[in-house]
Structure formats: C-alpha cells, structure tokens
C-alpha cells in the first residue's frame, strides 16, 4: 500500500466530525436452507476519496492517533444504520479493531444498548487480538454477554493460538478462514476443523466459513463443518437501503443464548479451581507429579497457552515451567501482578485437553484439575486480571 499522504490524514479530523462513514452489509447465510440469518456490517469511509476503503481509512486514523475514535464511530453507524432499517436483521455482525479493545464505550453506543435494541449483535474478535489483548478480550466479552448479545471468534485456523483460545472464550460463532476452504485437504485444515468440530459439539457454538464464492466452496465448506457461510456467491456488501434479503426469523435463536458472568466468575484463581475438584495438602511429591503433568502437556503441545500467576518467590517449580524452548513462546502469559497468596497455573490445549495447577501459599494446600471446563474457568479469572481500567467505565455497570 502506498504510504498515506498528509492531506488524508489531516482529513480524518473531518470524518469524524461529520461522522462520514458509511457501513455495508455483507449476507451471512444458513448453508442448507439458503436463508439470511444476518449481516456484517463493513465500514467505508467517504465515496470517491482515497478514505473510501478500510485498508487506507484506518491505516490514516492509526497514523493520525485517532484509531479508537474512528472504530467507535464505525460501531455507531453500524448500529445506527440497522436500527433505523425497515426489517433489521436477527443478528449483526460488527468487528472490533485489535488496537483499541480497551477504549471507553461511547455515550451513543450506550444510549442505542440501553434502549434495546431490534436485533441482537454479534462482536468480531479477529485472531490478532489474542496476543496482544488476551485479558481485554475476555473482558468485554462479559460486557457483550451482559446486555444480551454474543462473540465471534473470526480467521480461525490463521494463528493456532486461535485453537487454545476456543474454550476460554466460548464464543457464539466460530469463523473459519478462508484459506482453510481454499486448502480443504491439508494436514492443517484437517487439524483446524477437528479441533473446531469438537468445541461446537461442547459448546453449541455455530460454526461460520469465509470466502464462499461457488457453489463447490459450500460443498466443501459443508464437509469442512460449517453451517452457515458468508462469501460473494451470497451477496456483495452494500448500503442497508439496498439490502432485499429474505431473513430467517428463528437466526438469533440458533447461537447460544447469553451468559451473564460467564466471563467474569467471582473468587480468586484457587477459589474456582477449588469449586472443581479436591483439595489437598500440598507437599513436595504432589507438587512435583502436578508439575510433571502440565510439563507433558505442553511439550506434546507446541501451541498450548500457558497462563501463569506466581510471585518470584513462590514455587520456583511453577516458574520451571517457563524454561527452555517454552519461553520462547508468545503464547505464555504470565500476570504482572500476581494474585496475592496463591500461585496458578493454566494450561490450554487447542484441540483436546488441558490442565491447571492452582496452589495456595499460605496454607499449603493444591488443587489439580484435568477438565477442560474447569481449567478455563480458571483461565477466565487469571485473564481478567489483565482487563482494562478505563474500559469499565461507561457500559459497564452491574
């Protein structure tokens, strides 16, 4: 992409004054009765300026420092755009720029949620949020749930990281990327759809492919597990006035229903983990066979997620765990600020198992959990640890 000039820059000031973004709305259809079950919603910024596309109007707003305000715009017009349409879709889809998860909801967008709103949203997570904003996402999925809309976990199968994450956010729509429809016979793809099958099974989340475009892409995309598709063979983004779809009425009823706190259980990493299973007294052997277990499980496992909160003092076998090629990793967390008095650790397989180790100092007492519910569970708490100040202003209010 040609560097963006300073003119275009500058006139990102105006685009957000004079709110000229304009989103399109791509179908996302049921594969087997061919019914709309609800639209993306794709930001353009003004028509016929070199803004007009998302790749140069937010690489401008990066640049001008003005990336959060353009997102949050591109959120209300979305919203405004279907609200005020004829027959509002089941369900919306809006996708959430990485960068600024942890910014401030906007007056607008929680005057429009708290008077309800005619359809339920589904928020677009993108696989390069998981690095970088781990806690954030966790965060504001409890926020989503708690006004009655859902998550998406979008391009899985780019980053296997994506995979480790499944069961920690349990998001309400699995999106597979289009490569994996472009590649369907690779040992990759295989893996991807194996490990994606499974979590729908567990969870009851739908399961979404990109990049439909023919006819054979919704055979394969159909073998691949997917239920519903979204791709040019369906329709084209365009304005909501030009949107004549005939839209499945049962769509929102088809995603898991929201949860509430799901995201954001009450009690400390070794309080949950102590809600699912025994405890017992912590002595050297049984800290040393727990530590083996999650050593085995990650050295069978190069993109399991570790999750680690443990003070340098404590248990130097917990820190064992991050030596050698694992600290390479990117996919060890460790919390800066560890939970007071405990230390734990949570280990998330992408396709199969996982386990946790939460260890109370004080009274030498371990938890060891080997179920992968539970050890998310843990996982959540230890991640909201990381989550946003700022972000809990606004929206989010018991």
Known sequence: MQAIQAPATAAIADVLRDRMVTPLFQPIVDLSSRLVVGLEALARGPAGT????????????????????????????????TVAACAPPPLLFINAEP???????????????????????????????LPTSPGVLVHLAGIV???????????VGVDPMS?????????????????????PDTEHTRSVCTAVAAEARRTGAVVLAEGVETEDDVVTARRLGARWGQGWLFGRPAPMGQVKHRFDPAAATQVP???????????????????????????????????????????ANSHAVIVLSAAETDFPALKGLLAGETAQTRSVIVLDDPVPGESAVAVIDPAYGSAALCVESGSGRLVFLDHLPAVA???????????????ADGIDRP
């Not at 749930?145 to 391009?155: M, P, V």
């Open 50 to 81: 070199e803004l007009e596309f998302p790749d140069r109007l937010f690489a401008a707003a990066r640049e001008a420092g003005l990336l959060a305000q353009l997102d949050m715009l591109c959120f209300e017009r979305a919203l405004e755009c």
């Open 99 to 129: 960068a600024v998860l942890d910014q401030p909801v906007s007056p607008r967008v929680i005057e429009m949620v708290g008077n309800g709103l005619p359809f339920r949203y589904i928020l677009e997570y993108t696989e390069r949020a």
């Open 145 to 155: 749930h708690q006004f009655g809309n859902g998550i998406a976990l979008d391009d």
């Open 163 to 183: 995979l480790a994450f499944l069961p920690v956010l349990e998001p309400e729509v699995i999106k597979l990327d289009m490569s994996l429809l472009r590649d």
């Open 257 to 299: 229903p929201p949860r509430p706190g799901f995201h954001r259980a009450c009690g400390t990493p070794f309080q949950v983990a102590a809600g699912h299973g025994p405890v017992v007294s912590r002595s050297a052997a049984q800290m040393t066979a727990a530590v083996a277990r999650l050593q085995n499980l990650i050295a």
């Open 377 to 391: 569970d843990v996982a959540r708490v230890l991640l909201n640890r990381l989550g946003p100040g700022r972000l």
